[in-house]
């Protein structure tokens, strides 16, 4: 059996090729739309020019939009477990708490649009410096877009005597 390709039948593969690419391409596309958010947590920050938080020490939360569509946040938590297996397997938090107010600025609910960054403040205390050293504390944050809360661990580390 011979086979013999003219110019119909090559134009037919290329165009083949080229649909087929086209498809995981729009899929790959519309996978990796909506928000795509990115968040940091950093302990230990004392507050200037600030008269809400004026020379108190704060744990700031920063969230940034790198993807293509805004989002809205929704609320900022907090939530401690006691072992580092409920820690690991996101298992029902030992406790749980609730930042009621972490941004006077930027207020919750507060629509995150692309490129954008939105930061909120805790109040850093003795109490939660003992739950991030003897267990595991979090900080989450819940958007408009997944279910699930974003989580960043709250790690306090001691300033190195002199």
């Not at 507050?47 to 805004?70: C, F, H, K, Q």
């Not at 946040?73 to 006691?82: F, P, V």
């Not at 609730?98 to 939105?118: D, S, Y």
Request: net charge positive; hydrophobic share 40%; proline share 6%.
């Amino acid at each position: 059996m011979k086979i013999t390709l003219d110019l119909t039948g090559i134009l037919a593969i290329w165009g083949a090729v080229l649909s087929t690419i086209a498809i995981f391409w729009d899929i790959y596309k519309w996978r990796t739309s909506g928000p795509s958010l990115h968040m940091r947590v950093s302990t230990g920050m004392v507050a200037y020019n600030m008269p809400v938080y004026e020379g108190r020490t704060l744990i700031m939360v920063s969230v940034t939009n790198r993807g293509d569509r805004p989002t809205t946040i929704t609320h900022l938590n907090m939530a401690y477990y006691d072992t580092w297996w409920k820690a690991i397997l996101c298992m029902k938090p030992s406790q749980n708490y609730w930042v009621a107010n972490p941004n006077t600025f930027q207020q919750v609910p507060f629509e995150l649009k692309p490129g954008i960054e939105w930061k909120g403040m805790i109040e850093q205390n003795s109490e939660i410096e003992i739950w991030a050293q003897e267990g595991y504390l979090y900080a989450t944050l819940n958007h408009s877009h997944n279910k699930k809360p974003m989580r960043q661990r709250i790690v306090i580390r001691k300033p190195k005597s002199q």
